[in-house]
Every structure is written in C-alpha cells, then in structure tokens.
C-alpha cells in the first residue's frame, strides 16, 4: 500500500522559523514584514490562494494586505504604487488576470506584470531577474560575496521541499547539484510559474526531467534543453521515479496503470490529476495530494529572505551563512561587521593615530 504525504507537518517548521524571526524584530522595535497581495479577478483558486495567504500571514505575526482591483487595466498601476512604497516590503499578484492576452511587449500580459514587479519586492520569484538566475543555475543575488540568496519561485519550491521529505527522492550525501542524479521525473506542466521552474530546479539537483505540454516534450537535463520525440506520456510516466501533474482542469485523469512500485506522485493542480484510491493501492507509492500550505510557507519565507536582503532598517543586517540550504531550511540573520579583514581594522587604526597627533601638534 501507498503512503499519502500530510503538507501541514512540512509546513510547520519553516512557519515556526518565520515566527522566531518575527520576534525577534519585535524585540528590537521593528514592525513585521509587510506583503501586500493585488487580486484582480473573481478565479476561485486564486481567491482561495489569497485567502490562505492572509490567514497565514496573520497567524505567523506578518502583516498582510489585500488590495482588490476592480478593473484588470489598473493592475499595473497598483502594482507600479506598490513597488514604489517603501512602506512595502513583499507583492503578490494573484493569477490569472488577462491569461494568455498579449501585452504591447509580445508576451501576454500576465508574463508582463510578473516582470514588472521589483526584484526586491518579488516574493514569488517569478519576475525576471529571478527567473533568469533559476534557469543558469545562479543561487546568488551579490557574486562574488554570496551573501544574498534569490527568491525561488514558490509554488516549485514547495514541491522540492516536500520531496526532499519523501523517502529516496533526494540523497544529501551527495554533492550540491547532485542531490536527485540518477533520478527520472515527468512535470505533466510547463506553465511559467509552475511547470518549468520546477523542471530547472529539480534538473539543478541532478535529475532528467521530461517536461510535458500539450504538443511537445523536452528533457531538462544538466542545463540544458532537449526536445524529446520518440517518447509518449504513458512510457515517461512509466520510468519515472517521480511524477508530477499540474494539469488545471477537472476532468484530467492520469492513468493509475501508468504509475510504477515505489513511485512518488505529486498533484500541484487545484485539481486531483489522479483517483488517490487507486493510487494508494499501488505497492511503495508515495502520494503528495497538494501543496498549498507548504507554498503559503516558502511565500513567507521568501518575504522574509526579501526583507532581510533588501529591507531591514539596519543595512548592517544580512542574511548570512547556513541560509535554507540546511536540513531545516532555517534562516540565519547576524550583523555584517563594518571591516572585511585585519589590514582593514590596521589601517583605521593607522589613521586615527596620525591624525590625533597632527590635532594634537595644532
């Protein structure tokens, strides 16, 4: 029999770290981090997103605003107000809001105000500086001095993190990049904010990903894209290791008899992709049902990696050390001296001296 994953206990310890961090602002007299969420449309998943967002937010000691658009075409300028505010320290843009339309740019105009949002204020990671970095494999903000992790998109992010929970998805002996080689995943999705940043990120750790849409197939694999052709969904599936639907529409079905022993299947569609009896009658299956509140969890913890990275009152304070890559993906905050080295200090030292005593000699 299969084992079905419960995202709430995943989601409990980053929650906790966010917690902690919070305090610890309190104590120092600095408000909580504010995420300001724009919701432009009447799309159930996105208002229930929204909904989940704000309890969260509220019950972990963030402060959260939701701000509804009643027209799409004023989107952009709430998000340009927002992204100018000071006082506003995360956005969230709650899709889809004109879909597939295309903007003056040649992208569709969603893609258009993902990449207007401010690197510094993305917490979802989708807007182009972090999406660039993603797909080169660029885990930095500040090369050389790697003090400033990017924002990974969060929805993918979450996925990872529950994999690296399911029994022998990632192996940590192995060297960073290496996690998943040897690993086989199908991404039954290649939308910008789901389906392909997962496919880099997990291709990043070290495994073949075959990324599947509704007319092709590519292998993400090592950095690099390869379209496939002599493959059908039904024989990726089946040597997978490593399934995952995001296939956003109620009457999709992914056959059970596909579905191999000891196979991990995650659903990341606001629908069940697959009949969760049948699955879990499959010998070894590891079952992920969703997603959403270990999402709402890396969204706060991306609000506050942007907080410290870009934010925090005191410039001093930056995110150092041990930054999420740990095995509890905990957050390390500590001060960033003013010197960089010894002969930094000798120096200073050097020069005071010398002008004490040319104040003096006056």
Not at 29 to 55: F, M, R
Not at 124 to 144: A, M
Request: aromatic letters at 8%; hydrophobic letters at 40%; charged letters at 25%.
């Amino acid at each position: 029999m299969g084992i079905k994953v419960n995202a709430t206990d995943i989601a409990k310890p980053f929650r906790e770290d966010v917690k902690a961090q919070i305090q610890e602002l309190k104590k120092a007299g600095i408000e909580a981090p504010l995420l300001v969420g724009l919701l432009a449309n009447d799309d159930p998943a996105a208002k229930q997103y929204a909904d989940w967002t704000g309890k969260a937010c509220r019950a972990d000691g963030l402060r959260y605003e939701l701000r509804q658009i009643d027209d799409p075409i004023d989107v952009e300028a709430a998000l340009n107000e927002a992204n100018n505010d000071p006082k506003v320290h995360g956005i969230i843009v709650y899709y889809p809001i004109f879909g597939q339309v295309e903007s003056f740019s040649g992208s569709s105009q969603d893609d258009y105000l993902r990449d207007t949002i401010s690197y510094k204020c993305d917490v979802e990671g989708l807007c182009h500086s972090y999406r660039t970095n993603l797909y080169k494999n660029v885990r930095f903000l500040d090369y050389p001095s790697n003090t400033q992790k990017c924002v990974l998109p969060c929805t993918a992010l979450s996925v990872v993190k529950i994999l690296e929970t399911c029994p022998g998805v990632y192996d940590k002996t192995k060297p960073t990049g290496k996690h998943m080689h040897g690993k086989i995943v199908t991404v039954i999705n290649r939308s910008e904010i789901v389906g392909r940043p997962l496919a880099a990120m997990l291709a990043n750790d070290g495994a073949d990903v075959y990324s599947v849409d509704i007319d092709s197939v590519y292998l993400f694999r090592g950095g690099s894209l390869q379209k496939v052709e002599n493959e059908t969904v039904e024989s990726l599936v089946r040597k997978s290791n490593i399934v995952i639907t995001g296939v956003p529409t109620k009457s999709y079905r992914l056959p059970t008899e596909w579905i191999q022993p000891n196979t991990t299947v995650a659903n990341v569609a606001s629908f069940k992709n697959v009949d969760e009896e049948a699955l879990l009658k499959i010998e070894g299956v590891t079952y992920i049902p969703m997603v959403g509140k270990v999402t709402v969890a890396m969204l706060e913890r991306n609000l506050m990696r942007l907080y410290f990275n870009f934010h925090h009152p005191d410039k001093r304070v930056k995110m150092i050390g041990a930054v999420q890559d740990g095995n509890d993906g905990s957050l390390c905050v500590a001060p960033i001296p003013w010197y960089k080295d010894a002969l930094q200090i000798y120096t200073a030292c050097v020069a005071t001296a010398v002008l004490a005593m040319i104040m003096a000699k006056k």
